[in-house]
């Protein structure tokens, strides 16, 4: 069990209205079997029976949807931090609160989602919102990674292996002989045990190489680039003895222009990312709150729904937070005990072949009160 994990548990409410709840507690919290918190939530529109039946099924769908959006911005503000990813959750706040801080003082926002609307227009304005942060988020981070794994591409070149890796800041234009009608300049790369067979041979792999004309323009672990100058009609005989002696001549041809341009093409992608950091954090702080908020209050609709369902008007029934503590097994046998009365039909009559969110008939999840999991485990790969 995750230690971000919560159960929404709610019951009839009793005539006196807080019996519900110090029942709970001395059941529960009192014993030591979890941390309790009141869920408040508002009285809403309930409507026709029918339109609650069809609109379970559906708050299954967005519920689903709502947490994808949470997830993938979380996950997000971890690609985008990059190095500092151990800031990720010092950014993923709803309403000013950490996740757990935010769901255990839950408010709902009447603001935002009126009380005096019907439950499925709160729904619609809940899979409306959470659909354009949806969308905004998928084109946000598409230019975003196009920049950075631009960036990535070049990196790997530059710090790749020495027949690959990008040249732009490691030769020279003094390197090469440059507009000889004879001459070339070729880049070889020698392994390091073989510099020494290099220094020794590299005049005679052809009758055409220039004699002490090779310079080590770069190491890395592995070898040196050095280079060397001939004859440009010797070029292939040169090629083919130095493959045989283990260095391997570097196709290349030195063009200023095409450097610079590299360099260039380099600034311009370090000076766009870090021009798009700060707002891309941004936004992923502003989204990831009203994801949230939104992931939260559609939890407590679906927990208003399914209690109407299941106990049966009027509405009267007392929600609350659980944070299991380590005997999860014994909170749910407890729970069992305290409720199992509900099984004997309170509420309206149900089909046992209907398997409605939080009263699966022919699931083993099946609990005579009304019970939601929400896990904050946000930033752990789902």
Excluded at 92 to 99: E, M, S, Y
Excluded at 107 to 121: E, F, T
Excluded at 256 to 276: M, P, W, Y
Excluded at 282 to 292: D, G
């Amino acid at each position: 069990m995750s230690a971000s994990e919560l159960w929404i548990v709610c019951a009839p409410g009793e005539p006196g209205a807080p019996q519900a709840w110090e029942k709970l507690q001395a059941a529960t919290e009192r014993a030591g079997l979890s941390e309790n918190h009141k869920f408040h939530i508002p009285e809403l529109k309930v409507g026709t029976l029918d339109s609650l039946v069809s609109m379970s099924d559906d708050l299954v769908k967005l519920d689903t949807f709502v947490e994808g959006v949470v997830r993938k911005i979380t996950q997000t503000m971890v690609d985008v931090l990059e190095d500092a990813r151990d800031k990720a959750r010092e950014n993923l706040v709803a309403n000013g609160a950490d996740p757990m801080t935010y769901v255990t003082k839950f408010q709902w926002d009447m603001a935002r989602y009126s009380v005096r609307q019907p439950l499925q227009a709160v729904a619609d304005v809940i899979a409306k919102q959470v659909s354009q942060i949806d969308s905004d988020l998928k084109g946000r981070a598409s230019a975003y990674n196009v920049l950075k794994s631009g960036l990535q591409s070049i990196e790997r070149r530059a710090t790749g292996s020495l027949m690959t890796r990008s040249l732009a800041d490691i030769v020279k234009k003094d390197d090469f002989v440059l507009d000889s009608e004879y001459l070339i300049t070729l880049l070889v790369i020698v392994p390091k045990p073989n510099i020494g067979d290099w220094n020794k041979c590299y005049e005679t792999l052809s009758e055409m190489v220039v004699p002490r004309s090779s310079r080590i323009v770069f190491e890395d672990p592995e070898g040196y680039m050095c280079t060397v100058t001939l004859l440009q009609k010797a070029v292939e005989d040169f090629k083919q003895e130095a493959r045989r002696n283990k260095f391997m001549v570097r196709d290349f041809q030195y063009n200023e222009e095409a450097l610079k341009a590299d360099k260039e093409e380099i600034n311009r992608l370090i000076t766009d990312k870090k021009k798009q950091f700060g707002p891309m954090v941004r936004w992923l702080q502003v989204n990831f709150s009203e994801a949230f908020v939104a992931w939260i209050h559609l939890k407590a609709l679906r927990v208003f729904v399914e209690s109407v369902l299941r106990y049966g008007l009027p509405v009267n029934f007392q929600a609350a937070l659980l944070k299991p503590r380590k005997n999860q097994k014994r909170l749910r046998e407890v729970l069992q005990q305290l409720y199992k009365h509900l099984d004997n039909g309170a509420g309206i009559s149900v089909d046992a072949s209907m398997d409605l969110p939080g009263m699966s008939f022919n699931s083993q999840d099946y609990y005579p009160y009304v019970h939601f999991r929400l896990d904050l485990n946000l930033l752990e790969s789902k």
